[in-house]
């Protein structure tokens, strides 16, 4: 860091925002308190499924096809069960743990009827990015792919496992992106031309989106927002909890007042993102 440097103030990702504007107890919880939470089918089959397709791209073009993704399935999923066994434990038996490797399967497939990777040669797979504004915040996360047109214009994809989402709640979805986008321009210097959202679950959906400088300096503004939200609450040690459908998915419903639990004490520690060294599965389905 030069003299000519902001002091970084603090670190978030799309994913944290993205915990603090649905629920500012659920950030609490995952950035401050750092409380474990137990791995679930859909979130883990999203992980695998996303490596699958950055894996994918090593090979040749001509041999990117549905049977060489499938191929690649069960050595990915077997390698995260290497790393952490525990996901094993998330299946009653081995005819569930069948039926989601099924499921798994379908995504990928239907990956092929939204796009051919044989056409595709992606600049940038799993890239990890980070900018400083000029407040100090550290904006940063993993970008799933990153496409480089010959005239240079730039198009950011992102995987997606879950169903697409209704038009109410195509805001929320593309936040992330235009947050993806921010740091790009403000790390190039260059506005991607287009966001591009990749939705495998339900019949599959692409969902695209231009975005130009207006959007991401309305994107810096809110991200700017939200962090002065999160100081004040860490001043006031104020966490409120945030009811929503979501809730259902929650691991913590134990200690929210929201089900008549009482969260523990605030610890003393200064929120700190851990996207850089652990990406959450759970964000692919969100």
């Known amino acids: 860091m030069t003299l000519t440097d902001p002091a970084i103030i603090g670190a978030l990702s799309p994913s944290r925002a993205g915990d603090f ?5 659920l950030y609490r919880f995952r950035v401050i308190d750092q409380l474990p939470e137990k791995p679930s089918q859909a979130a883990v089959r999203g992980t695998v499924v996303h490596a699958v397709l950055e894996r994918l791209y090593d090979l040749p073009a001509p041999r990117r096809s ?19 066994p525990q996901y094993g434990e998330m299946f009653a038996d081995e005819a569930e743990q069948a039926e989601w490797l099924a499921q798994a399967r379908g995504m990928l497939e239907r ?11 992606p600049a940038e797979r799993e890239l990890y990015v980070e900018a400083v504004l000029d407040g100090g915040l550290m904006l940063r996360g ?8 010959p005239s240079g214009e730039v198009r950011v994809v992102d995987y997606k496992t879950g169903n697409a989402p209704g038009r109410d709640f195509e805001a929320k979805a593309l936040f992330q992106m235009k947050f993806y986008a ?7 210097g260059q506005v991607p031309r287009l966001l591009q959202l990749v939705y495998l679950g ?20 809110k991200v700017m927002a939200l962090w002065a939200a999160i100081e004040r609450s860490l001043k006031s040690g104020e966490w ?3 009811r ?11 200690l929210c007042p929201e089900f008549g639990g009482t969260p523990p004490p605030v610890p003393d520690r200064q929120p700190g993102d851990t996207v850089r060294s652990s990406r959450r599965a759970a964000t692919d389905e969100l």
Do not use: I, K
Not at 111 to 121: K, M, N, S, V
Not at 142 to 149: G, H, Q, T
């Open 111 to 121: 990956y092929f009827r939204l796009e051919d990777p044989t056409r595709l040669e």
């Open 21 to 25: 504007m649905t629920c500012p107890l």
């Open 142 to 149: 993993y970008v799933d792919r990153l496409d480089v047109a």
């Open 66 to 84: 549905v049977s060489a993704a499938l191929e690649l399935l069960e050595p990915q999923w077997r390698r995260l069960l290497d790393d952490d």
């Open 244 to 254: 929503s459908r979501l809730c259902d998915w929650c691991d913590h419903q134990a």
């Open 182 to 188: 921010l740091v790009l321009w403000r790390l190039r």
């Open 240 to 242: 409120r909890a945030r």
């Open 202 to 221: 339900g019949e599959g959906e692409v969902l695209r989106y231009a975005p130009d400088e207006a959007d991401l300096l309305a994107t810096e503004r």
